[in-house]
């Protein structure tokens, strides 16, 4: 595990950054994919864990949440419009034949969700922000304090932080303003789903 910003760790995984699961302060935040699951136990496992938060409904964040919650006995968060997304395990999805068909094939088990989360709730020193557009209940976390930035996937950073998949995202144009206003709060580290950690600087913003 790497600590990125007091508090802020993520897991390691191979290939490295390519889908990301942190924790902060005593909080999971995603599980991965299904086949992560022993991966991300090893990795939490005596740690004392409160809740497996879940940025958004897609089955790369929430795959290995049933696995975690019930071997560690912790509960299941996430955003109140992502809510049945998780517990159903059929994620909202984007345009098209292929978007479709990932709709009705569940790629991994759903699980309870035990407490929403909204717009301004505080989670282990950070704010929860509600922006949609990749899922309906996608969130992110934002510390203040340091400007630290868990993003989720409202951006992608394969190569350089850009709009995510538009067959993996619910309304792109919905998905362009929250990217808009993560990109003001100006953030000085931010942490994606997917790609690795980006620092800014302090008259630096990110690109949209």
């Known amino acids: 595990m790497l600590e990125l910003a007091p508090g802020v760790s993520q897991l390691a995984d191979f290939p490295r950054n390519q889908i990301n699961v942190y924790v902060v302060e005593n909080i999971l935040v995603d599980a991965g994919t299904l086949a992560a699951r022993g991966r991300v136990l090893r990795q939490v496992t005596g ?25 560690l006995g912790i509960p299941l968060w996430a955003g109140v419009a992502d809510r049945e997304a998780i ?18 094939f569940p790629l991994a088990p759903g699980h309870p969700v035990t407490r929403v989360l909204h717009e301004g709730d505080e989670v282990a020193g950070f704010t929860v922000l509600e922006v949609p557009g990749h899922s309906p209940g996608h969130i992110a976390l934002w510390r203040e304090w340091d400007a630290v930035l868990l993003c989720g996937d409202v951006f992608f950073n394969i190569r350089r932080p850009s709009q995510p ?17 993560l990109a003001d709060l100006r953030p000085r580290l931010v942490l994606f ?5 980006e620092r800014y600087g302090p008259l630096e913003r990110m690109p949209i």
């Open 47 to 71: 740690r004392d864990l409160q809740a497996n938060l879940i940025t958004h409904g897609h089955p790369d964040h929430f795959g290995s949440s049933r696995a975690v919650c019930t071997r």
């Open 165 to 181: 998949p538009g067959f993996l995202t619910w309304k792109p144009d919905v998905n362009r303003q929250s990217m808009r206003r």
């Open 87 to 104: 517990e159903t395990a059929i994620p909202a999805t984007g345009e098209g034949r292929l978007a479709r068909l990932m709709g009705k």
């Open 193 to 197: 789903g997917h790609g690795k950690p």
